[in-house]
């Protein structure tokens, strides 16, 4: 059973940073690439950013600066690093990851965390 869980969100104030992790924890081959989505109220769930397993990461062009991803291979751990955060960042933040669960070919499964909510306060 493979699970990925995020961590780290909670309440802050406008300009302040946080920082997002998202651990891939069960039985698995290998991790491909992960990313990261977020879903304010009413609204369609975007990507934020993505990373590929040799590091190669990726933003929405509106996060580009403020917000950096990075992961931790060993630890099958991703993080969001949040700088300068500000009420729109508001929102419910998703981690995904893209599993080989075994080393045969097309054995291979895209996996959702159940989300962290993001509140950024004026």
């Known amino acids: 059973q493979v699970q990925v869980v995020e961590s780290g969100g909670g309440l802050v104030q406008a300009g302040e940073s946080l920082r997002l992790s998202c651990a891939a924890s069960?039985?698995?081959?290998?991790?491909?690439?992960m990313a990261w989505y977020r879903q304010a109220p009413g609204k369609q769930r975007d990507v934020v950013a993505t990373?590929?397993?040799?590091?190669?990461?990726s933003y929405a062009d509106s996060l580009k600066g403020r917000f950096t991803t990075s992961r931790d291979n060993a630890k099958n751990t991703v993080y969001l690093q949040m700088n300068s955060l500000k009420p729109e960042d508001t929102a419910v933040y998703y981690c995904?990851?893209?599993?080989?669960?075994?080393?045969?070919?097309?054995?291979?499964?895209?996996?959702w965390g159940k989300g962290t909510l993001v509140t950024v306060s004026s």
């Open positions: 069960g039985s698995f081959f290998s991790i491909g690439t």
């Open positions: 990373i590929t397993s040799g590091g190669t990461a």
């Open positions: 995904m990851a893209i599993i080989a669960t075994t080393s045969r070919s097309g054995n291979v499964m895209t996996y």
